[in-house]
């Protein structure tokens, strides 16, 4: 049974550091993995996709690598911001296209001004 | 990009109604629908694949008479949450895999918040 791990489960930085959040999961036969973030009270806003067959992805000032054959994904966060703050979940997918997530529990990021 | 809807976004209902969330692939078709549960301060939990036209499959420990789901169309699924109780509260949430792009990212609904007094 697929499980993933996020570490750390919190983390306090000041603005403009940057910073890297870790997921690891027990079985490497996935389809893709999907980085989210989440307010507190509030659902889920999708911040990067990566594909088992890709190694990395950008957005912004976000980049999310994955080694799907040690289990492994960080996203890193450039110049953190305040408005950064929000629990960030990782999650993969089953090994077939369109199947269910397995979440993390998540990181709780805080950026002080 | 793909919408997911959900509604309603809060409700608070007395113990022992039922109680229905419906999830909408709104510019998009979805023949398979996911339903999450996510407890405060903690991570999303898989549920329920809900699958038009057929009957949706539960994870180990999930209710099937208690939490209802019907595929009803290939934009519509919907979770009913019957004799609710107090232990159901909790914040329930729908994805659905897109298919543009080949990628099949899961998009989610923005969730609905069920308080079960």
């Known amino acids: 049974k697929q499980e993933v791990t996020q570490i750390p489960a919190a983390l306090s930085v000041p603005e403009g550091e940057n910073l890297v959040l870790n997921c690891s999961f027990t079985?490497?036969?996935?389809?893709?993995l999907q980085w989210f973030r989440q307010d507190p009270g509030k659902g889920l806003t999708s911040l990067l996709l990566?594909?088992?067959?890709?190694r990395e992805q950008t957005s912004g000032r976000l980049n999310a690598s994955l080694d799907k054959s040690s289990g492994r994904s960080t996203l890193y966060i450039a110049a953190s911001q305040p408005g950064d703050s929000a629990t960030y979940l990782c999650?993969?997918?089953?090994?077939?296209?369109?199947?269910?997530?397995?979440f993390g529990k998540g990181t709780t990021l805080s950026v002080s001004s | 990009g793909a919408v997911v809807s959900q509604h309603p976004s809060r409700v608070i209902c007395k113990s022992g109604t039922s109680v229905k969330i419906e999830c909408r692939s709104l510019?998009?078709?979805?023949?398979?629908m996911f339903w999450y549960r996510q407890f405060p301060k903690k991570s999303l939990m898989l549920m329920a694949t809900?699958?038009?036209?057929?009957?949706?499959?539960?994870e180990q420990g999930v209710e099937k008479d208690k939490f209802l789901i019907n595929h009803a169309s290939l934009t519509l699924s919907t979770l009913t949450v019957t004799s609710a109780h107090p232990e159901d509260s909790s914040f329930y949430i729908c994805?659905?895999?897109?298919?543009?792009?080949?990628?099949?990212?899961?998009?989610f609904g923005p969730g609905t918040r069920l308080t079960v007094t």
């Open positions: 994805s659905a895999p897109g298919t543009t792009k080949g990628t099949y990212e899961q998009y």
């Open positions: 079985d490497s036969a996935i389809y893709n």
């Open positions: 990566i594909q088992s067959s890709q």
């Open positions: 999650a993969v997918s089953g090994n077939q296209a369109g199947t269910a997530l397995i």
């Open positions: 510019d998009f078709q979805a023949t398979t």
């Open positions: 809900s699958n038009e036209g057929s009957k949706a499959t539960y």
